[in-house]
């Protein structure tokens, strides 16, 4: 079945830091992918999206580039704040609807 | 501006006890989910509904009852709770425009059975 792996955290990182969040996928046919993030205490939240290979989703400086022939969907951030510390899911939608596949989620704390 | 509410947001159940998680959209979405948030495992699907009057199961659906009478209403319920229940519990919606389409989430609920 289909499945989405996220690396492990939590990443602990200094403001102005760079960030990646590795994320590959396996699936069948032409997913959709998402990053969401969930503030603490918070729901969640879209952070981007990308339809189809090659596509880039981008929000609040980060990004992320569906790359279809490595299965991966790697989130960046070239600088870094402290209200970025959240947890941060990559997801799969391989239909129309919300039946999400969710990586386990990768836990970011940024320090001052 | 309402989108997905869910109530209620913290609850304290002993084991044995049942209970609803209520869950309403204003968007006039088709599509609702239910998803559980368990430490390392990320959002797993409970139960779905494509449309009012339809609902079927997810990955993990045991333990847990669901309807759609109306479009708005998608209420989760639990039957005979268990520790193995205690989570965070997530209402989603969609419409049903295709893979582009956003999927809104509640803000949470957060369930402990003792």
């Known amino acids: 079945g289909d499945s989405v792996t996220q690396m492990e955290g939590p990443v602990t990182l200094s403001e102005e830091a760079f960030l990646t969040i590795n994320c590959t996928y396996t699936a069948t046919g032409y997913p959709s992918l998402f990053w969401y993030v969930q503030y603490p205490g918070e729901g969640l939240q879209l952070l981007l999206k990308?339809?189809?290979?090659?596509d880039k989703g981008s929000n609040k400086g980060f990004e992320a580039t569906y790359r279809k022939e490595t299965t991966s969907f790697h989130l960046e951030k070239g600088s870094v704040q402290v209200s970025d510390s959240a947890v941060y899911f990559c997801?799969?939608?391989?239909?129309?609807?919300?039946?999400?596949?969710f990586g386990g989620g990768t836990r970011v704390l940024v320090k001052p | 501006n309402a989108g997905v509410t869910q109530t209620p947001k913290f609850q304290v159940l002993k084991t044995g006890q049942s209970m609803t998680l209520q869950c309403a959209q204003d968007?006039?979405?088709?599509?609702m989910s239910w998803y559980r948030q368990d430490p390392g495992m990320g959002l797993r699907l409970i139960h779905y509904s494509v449309g009012a009057g339809i609902t079927d199961q997810g990955e993990v659906p045991n333990g847990y009852n669901v309807s759609r009478s109306t479009t708005e209403d998608f209420p989760l319920r639990l039957l005979s709770a268990a520790p193995s229940q205690t989570s965070v519990y997530f209402c989603?919606?969609?419409?049903?425009?295709?893979?582009?389409?956003?999927?809104?989430f509640g803000e949470g609920s957060w369930l402990t059975v003792v």
């Open positions: 989603a919606s969609s419409d049903r425009r295709g893979l582009g389409n956003t999927i809104y």
């Open positions: 968007m006039n979405h088709e599509y």
């Open positions: 997801a799969l939608l391989k239909a129309a609807g919300n039946k999400l596949t």
């Open positions: 990308a339809t189809k290979a090659d």
